[in-house]
């Protein structure tokens, strides 16, 4: 039996009923480089597969992305270089097994994706081109067109997924997971915009449903993200009960192309590989402010960077910093980086001949929905990959090019785990430290209600440790909402996204502080209120729609946002905080986790180790799955 609202899934967005269904043993939600890999690889099992997209099929972040895709091709690179780089970026939060995955199966995951027919420019010799961005210390970003890594990437793909007839709904934003009696997946409900074999909200039913949703950099006011990132996925896996990790580690790139104090939305991107080529970031004055703060001057990690940028604005009261290439000349720019050529030119700006204004815009979530090392996360069935999930790659703060490469190599992990599951058996063991797999926990056995909570029993917390294992768990929000006995989350007003970009801009932007996120808080809370308020009186209520779907997401993805920052009583990575502007590993060497549960109380607790806790299935019952009070 399917349902729309089993205990598993009792919060869900106020939709009208699906009005058709197709079938599949997997759907995809998403077209960037995470799903079409997945999508490709499943398909090649013999698996009945559909994507969903929410615009069209070449449409995601991954065409965006300029600098290129990271992995131990060259001459003297090794996977244990590159494992070190990423660990440092990731300051403290990695998980070492994963990011060890990442750097052994990423080279060859490349040339799979070659294979697949994405041309990377090559060096006269015919070997893959390679250049440098921040925290690496050796080449080792593979490039296309320059600058168009990730249109050539998403190219080869969709040309691939359209040679293979995998079977594709565009113009789709999905809204909720459907379960069956025993609180498995059991496929999405979905809404399809503008006329075409399918309309209005549908079903698709499948037994594995892959999340590749991409992130949700539209909570902010400028964003490098597309419009369609408002963090869809993620607020489906909350609504759905499984648990996500590190939210608060949103990374702002450093050089975005500044527009102005009033530009909204998303920002051209100045690649970090115009730094790497040489680009030097200066002041008006043409001071360059990064020497002497990291020994990669300019090729630091990207959170030390954009702190940089954030300092010398701060203490020159300026708006922007600059980029300056003119050193270049106009053959370089013009053959390597034509991409942000056109763009500046297109804004006014001619970086040939003249310093580049940038500064820091929110760029890539590092946390998302809290997965083992084959995608799984915490609701049987339901997998996550790139963006939208947390393997514990990334730690807390993304290494510049790794993100192309994540979703290559877990995408092929997720089709590996989906294909070699039998129907109604447990997932196959993942043989991974620390990440406990579906099959893992007898049933029964203690751990299998309780083993998620990770730190609220005193025996859980390390000796020593400094603040009493109780307090590990809090419960916030203790009631987002519901509408009618169903369930459904309050609508908001189309506008609402403007005023959630506003509010994370002003408060849980780069800098952050108790002050600002509590204010954030608040305000968020207030339309929060308004939207049940306006649920009640059905004459104010908002339609159902995809603006006010959308909406809904971001406000919730925000409050989740905001409350594991403001836990997070430190600066760690991508999360400063301008009350806490040191870093505290006795403390904080944690992740935190949040989940929605079905008694709608948003839990959140901090782990007892730096290691990620096992993912394992989440009890369905709401009377069986109720966490101690603090």
Partial sequence: MTSTGSPGTVIRLNAPAPGWSIEADVVVVGSGVAGLTTALR???EGLRTVVVTKALLDDGSTRWA????AAALGEGDT???HLDDTLVAGAGLCDEEAVRTLVTEGPDAVRRLIATGARFDLTAEGGIALTREGGHHRRRIAHAGGDATGAEISRALVT????GAVRVIEHALVLDLLTDAEGRTAGITLHVMGEGQHDGVGAVHAPAVVLA????GQVFSATTNPPVSTGDGVALALRAGAEVSDLEFVQFHPTVLYLGPESEGQQPLVSEAVRGEGAHLVDASGNRFMLGRHELAELAPRDIVAKGIMRRMQ?????HMFLDARHFGAEMWETRFPTILVACRSHGIDPVTEPVPVAPAAHYASGGVRTDLHGRTTVPGLYACGEVACTGVHGANRLASNSLLEGLVFAERIATAIATREPGAPAPDGGTSGQATDAAQPEGAPQAAAGWLDGPTADAEPAGAPQAAAESLRTVCPDVGTVGAGGLVPLLMPEARHEIQRIMTR??????SAASLDEAADALEALHLSALHDAEEFDKAAEPGVESWEAA?????SRVLVAAARERAETRGCHWREDHPGRDDAQWRRHIVVRLTPDRRLVVRRTATEALPPVTPIPTSPTADREPQP
Avoid: F, H
Avoid at 213 to 216: D, I, Q, R, V
């Fill in 66 to 69: 300029q600098g290129g895709i």
């Fill in 213 to 216: 949703t991409g992130g949700m």
């Fill in 160 to 163: 691939a997924i359209r040679d």
């Fill in 507 to 512: 408060g849980a932007g780069v800098l952050r």
């Fill in 315 to 319: 203490e020159q009261g300026a708006d």
């Fill in 553 to 557: 997401n971001l406000l919730l993805v």
């Fill in 79 to 81: 996977a244990e270089q």
């Fill in 42 to 44: 499943c398909t090649a």
